[in-house]
């Protein structure tokens, strides 16, 4: 909706990314437990697993490629990919979502140096949490490089 695109454009000029992370929790939170459901792994019937880590970085990704925002999905670097890559006015943003804490997520992306090759712009990393079993995101955590 545009309150939602207003919502989320808002935090980014704010430079307040838990107005984008809590517009995004109300996203997930909008969409229906079936498409949640977990899904078969391998041959054998029985053997379930939770939605990938991709699902939630495609819908993020998409809901931000929505608003008019500048973003790019598994972004390759000399030792790895970044999850997201957003560019908001002369800021970047690079995310990591985890099926763990935030802070893991973080961690890689400071390992992964995925960071390095935007340091001569304002630049924020930032890890999210999934927590698969209540089909949201859980939390995230931000430093500034």
Known sequence: TQEFRSRIIDGFRQKDFSVVFGEMQRLFASIPYMLFEKQKKGEDPNQWTHREESFYHSLFRTAL?????????????HLGRSDLVIEFAQDVYIVELKKAPAQKALSQILQKEYHLKYTDRPLSLIGIEIDANRRNLAGFTISQA
């Open 65 to 77: 490629w929505a608003c008019g925002i500048s973003v790019k999905a598994e972004e390759p670097t």
